[in-house]
C-alpha cells in the first residue's frame, strides 16, 4: 500500500487489519435452501456444481465486508463521481481439489484476486492430510488470503494450509467452507485464533471414517462426477 493513500474504513468493521479469531456460520434463508438441497443424495452433479456456486458468493459476499478500499473517482456519461477501490493484494487458495469448485464464484466477486493452490488429500487409513504441491512464492505475501474448501471435517487439511500461509507470512486469512463438523471447527479454531472461520452448516459429528454427519458425502466427488457407483 502506497505511503500517504486515503484509506476508507468499512463501516461497523474493524478499522485495520489485524489477526482476529472467530467462528462465522452464515445466516440466511438462501443458504439454508441451498444446503438442503447440497445435502440431498439424488441432487445430480450438475446441479451440485451450481449450488456449490452459490453457496461460495454467499459466503464470500460476508468474509470480504472488512476490506480496505481507498476513494476512486469515476466519470459517468453524466458527469463525475465518487467512488470506492478495494486495495491490497487477495490471495484465494483452494484446497485441491474440492476447493476449485469454489474459485470461480470467488473470482467473479474479486476478478483482481490471485489464486494460488494447494495441494492435500485425506489418508484414509490414517484421516491425516498429505501434502503434496503448492507453489506459493518464497517472498511478498499476500495481504489477505481467503482458503476455500467445502468441507472442514477433523480439520487437518485447513489446519496444514494455515500453517502454510503462517509460515508465508500473511497477515489476514480467511477460511471459507461449506460445510464443517464442530470438532473440526473447533480444532482449527484453538491453533489459529487467528484466523476467522465462515461456513454454511455446522454439523455435530464425524463417523468412525471421519466424515462429516449428516454432512454431503465427498464434495470432491460430487463436484467432479466421480462417484463410485
Same mark, same amino acid.
Given at each position: @500500500? ?40 439424488? !441432487? ?6 451450481? =449450488? ?6 454467499? @459466503?464470500?459476499?460476508?468474509? !470480504? ?34 476447493? =476449485?469448485? @469454489? ?5 467473479? =466477486? =474479486? ?14 487409513? !490414517? ?36 500453517? !502454510? ?37 455446522? /454439523? ?16 470432491? /466427488? ?8
Amino acid at each position: @500500500m502506497a505511503s500517504g493513500t486515503a484509506v476508507e474504513k468499512p463501516t461497523g468493521q474493524p478499522t485495520t487489519m489485524k489477526r482476529q479469531c472467530g467462528v462465522i456460520q452464515v445466516q440466511h434463508p438462501l443458504v439454508k435452501h441451498h444446503v438442503t438441497r447440497l445435502r440431498n443424495k439424488d !441432487t445430480r452433479p450438475s446441479e451440485f456444481r451450481n =449450488l456449490v456456486r452459490r453457496l461460495s458468493a454467499l @459466503m464470500a459476499y460476508e468474509a !470480504t465486508k472488512d476490506l480496505l478500499v481507498k476513494p476512486h473517482a469515476v466519470e459517468t456519461p453524466l458527469t463525475d463521481a465518487e467512488g470506492s477501490q478495494v486495495i491490497g493484494r487477495i490471495g484465494l487458495v483452494p484446497i485441491l481439489r474440492a476447493g =476449485l469448485g @469454489m474459485v470461480d464464484p470467488v473470482l467473479d =466477486l =474479486l476478478p483482481m484476486a490471485e489464486v494460488w493452490h494447494l495441494g492435500l488429500y485425506r489418508d484414509e487409513d !490414517t484421516a491425516q492430510p498429505v501434502h503434496y504441491y503448492d507453489k506459493l512464492p518464497a517472498k511478498r505475501p499476500v495481504d489477505v488470503a481467503l482458503i476455500v474448501d467445502p468441507m472442514l471435517a477433523t480439520g487437518g487439511s485447513v489446519a496444514a494450509a494455515l500453517m !502454510t500461509l503462517r509460515d508465508w507470512g500473511v497477515p489476514q486469512v480467511k477460511v471459507l467452507s461449506l460445510i464443517a463438523a464442530q470438532e473440526g471447527v473447533d480444532m482449527v479454531a484453538a491453533e489459529f485464533p487467528e484466523a476467522q472461520i465462515y461456513v454454511c452448516q455446522i /454439523d455435530p459429528e464425524l463417523n468412525d471414517r471421519k466424515f462429516i454427519v449428516p454432512g454431503l458425502g465427498d464434495a470432491g /466427488d460430487r463436484i467432479f462426477n466421480t462417484v463410485a457407483n
